[in-house]
Nanobody, 129 residues
């Protein structure tokens, strides 16, 4: 089981930036693809960004493409999401999660929430207009 703890959320103004962090308890990212999702108030969980286990493949939701950057540091087991030009519609609880993969799928990503396991508690981002 992989445990994750998100941090970095807060209350910001329109146009501000935030860097969200996700600390992974596993010794390495080995065997896991990782992603960020978000859950706006009263809505279902939605995909934000993902990064593959190997090869550095990234994928972004259309709603954040060009404003978000996902990175991982395997030496520190840290996954980050840089969000720029934040808008009120970005208000949500942001969660990170791992997806078990194999060598055959090591360079793939998934935007489907049901592919992921061991969700963290999330960090709240509120964008005030």
């Amino acid at each position: 089981q992989v445990q994750l703890v998100e941090s970095g959320g807060g209350v910001v103004q329109v146009g501000d930036s935030l860097r969200l962090s996700c600390t992974v308890s596993a010794r390495t990212f080995e065997g896991y693809q990782t992603a960020w999702f978000r859950q706006p108030p009263g809505k279902e969980r939605e995909f934000v960004a993902a990064i593959s286990w190997l090869g550095g493949m990234v994928n972004y939701a259309d709603s954040v493409d060009g404003r978000a950057t996902i990175r991982k540091n395997s030496s520190t087991n840290l996954l980050t999401l840089q969000m720029n030009d934040l808008q009120p519609e970005d208000t949500a609880v942001y969660l990170c999660a791992p997806r078990p993969v194999t060598i055959a799928t090591s360079r793939t990503t998934s935007s489907r929430a049901w592919d992921y396991v061991d969700w963290g508690q999330g960090t709240q981002v509120t964008v005030s207009s």
